[in-house]
């Protein structure tokens, strides 16, 4: 059993840290964060902020958009905030959403994901900073991730960063349509992410499924 400290960051925002006299291995992680909401960095567990209505509002509609189309073309698997990614011995993360092509599926075990998800779709939250994003992005450049994105309701934009054989391209969007190359055939319209009203779930779905079959 590890006794652990609680101790707020220096931020804005303060998060919980919990410390153990040594840094926490993945393993210890997964065993004594399973009530928490929390992720590993760096050997320390970080309580992360309860999310608000905006970030939300977005992971709700563009899984009900994703995971369908996904499924329905047997693509792979899409999972959601409570699944654990080894990043390192002493690194672990949990994607707002992630993809995982189905010739990859071994990865997925049922504690956590021991590789690298083909996609992982971050949401920014009112209280994340530059602090908490830059290391995030670090780690799932270094697990070497082909896609990584970034949806940024404040800036009401998307950073996306795709995999190349020797770094990463990474372009800020505002408007026009994102595809993703690792999901054939499913995109979407930036604008949508951001606007009040969201198209329906279910019509920009069987759009995008009519659209992908006929190609």
């Known amino acids: ?3 652990l400290d609680i101790r707020p960051e220096c931020d804005p925002v303060p998060r919980k840290t919990y410390i153990a006299d040594s840094p ?7 065993e004594i964060a399973q009530e928490l909401d929390t992720e590993l ?4 567990i970080v309580e992360r902020m309860s999310a608000q209505y905006p970030h939300e509002w977005i992971f709700a ?12 073309r047997k693509l792979g698997v899409v999972l959601g905030s409570r699944s654990a990614v080894k990043i390192s011995g002493n690194d672990g993360r949990l994607p707002d959403i992630l993809f995982v092509r189905a010739e990859n599926a071994s990865i997925i ?5 021991y590789g690298v998800p083909d996609l992982v779709i971050e949401i920014v939250s009112e209280n994340d900073r530059p602090s908490t994003l830059i290391p995030l992005e670090t780690d799932y450049r270094d697990l070497g991730v082909p896609e990584i994105v ?5 800036k009401r934009g998307i950073r996306y960063l795709r995999k190349t054989e020797k770094d990463y391209e ?15 055939g499913f995109w979407i319209e930036v604008e949508w992410l951001f606007a009040e009203e ?3 779930e279910f019509t920009i779905t069987k759009q995008l499924i009519e659209a992908a079959e006929k190609t």
Do not use: C, Q, Y
């Open 61 to 72: 509609w563009l899984l009900s958009i994703l995971r369908p189309f996904v499924t329905h």
């Open 41 to 44: 960095v760096r050997g320390v």
């Open 1 to 3: 059993m590890i006794d």
């Open 150 to 154: 970034f949806i940024d309701p404040r």
């Open 109 to 113: 075990h049922n504690e956590a994901i």
């Open 24 to 30: 926490i291995d993945f393993a210890s992680w997964l």
């Open 170 to 184: 990474a372009a800020f969007l505002t408007t026009g349509r994102l595809a993703f190359v690792g999901v054939p």
């Open 198 to 200: 969201k198209p329906d």
